[in-house]
């Protein structure tokens, strides 16, 4: 006889820790997002909740995003409700805690209105989401009661580094841009460094867009004009031609702990699109489309010109698409030894 599940009767001991999650992806970058089971998290605004959850439940982070629950490029939200939006939202990675993340956005812009948890009843329903950044304004079009795209108006964003170089271990001198798209990110081409922004180059794009990241971070301080805690470089942005002539261009982000977005990155392009206009190379309203390093697609445009404090920067506006992956259940034994999760990078 076939062995079968069909009777299982098996269940976690009431003292576990449960956690629910459902995990979705926008452009093949994943993202699970927790519904249940987490303990209280205090705070009035979003960055005091991610401080207090980083001080107090840090090893869920790492038990929800690291093996063997997760994996070293996993990605998290933890949403929490909010005194002035639709919700608050923070996020999660094999580093730590990000400030602004369009490819979560997108993909709880669906989940939130197709799931009841925000009730708006509209062909185009517009949300006001919090994140650690500011505040985001995402909008859904809608096909019935599903969510066939999503567009969202980022924080302000800017040039703050304008063709620089630093010496990198390994690779010489690069030239690089930093702008801010909700994160800092050094922008650099991939050419001059004989890179090809394709999955056969996975591990390289990694090894590269860490010392770059770690020599920008040695050489040049990043500042946020009023935020500490936004006062980081993220990660790295390369920018090459895209594989479809009617795109604009293709990047991959290394971003964290040497994590690969495998979208084109909402934060990222919204950087971008902050630095071209203000190298004069995207007029305002002016959409374009950038490839991920699997071919997928997010597009942007800068919408309106606007100062972030001494700085001139831009509104960009950014639309994708998400998809379910799956529902789960996590459970944390007490007596694991490996509860916490282990990370190889």
Known sequence: MNPSFDHWTWQAPAHWTRISTIDMHTGGEPL???TSGLPPIEGRTVLEKRRYFREHYDHLRTGLMWEPRGHA???GAIVTPSETADFDVFFLHNEGYSTM????????TKLALESGLVRKPSDNPRLTINVPAGTIY???IMDADQVREVWFRNVPSFLYLREQECDVPGLGRVRFDVAYGGAFYAVVEAAPLGLQLTAQQYDRLIDYGRRIKQAVMMQFAIEHPFENELSFLY?????????APEHHSRNVTIFAEGEVDRSATGSGVSARAALHHAK???PLNEKIWVESILGTMMSVRAVEETKFGSYQAVIPEVGGTASYTGRHEFYFDPADPLGAGFIFR
């Open 32 to 34: 699970r997002v927790i």
């Open 73 to 75: 490029d996993m990605y």
């Open 101 to 108: 993340c369009g490819h979560a956005i997108i993909a709880l």
């Open 138 to 140: 995402a909008q859904a």
């Open 235 to 243: 990660g790295t942005i390369f920018t090459g031609p895209a594989a």
């Open 280 to 282: 004069g190379e995207l």
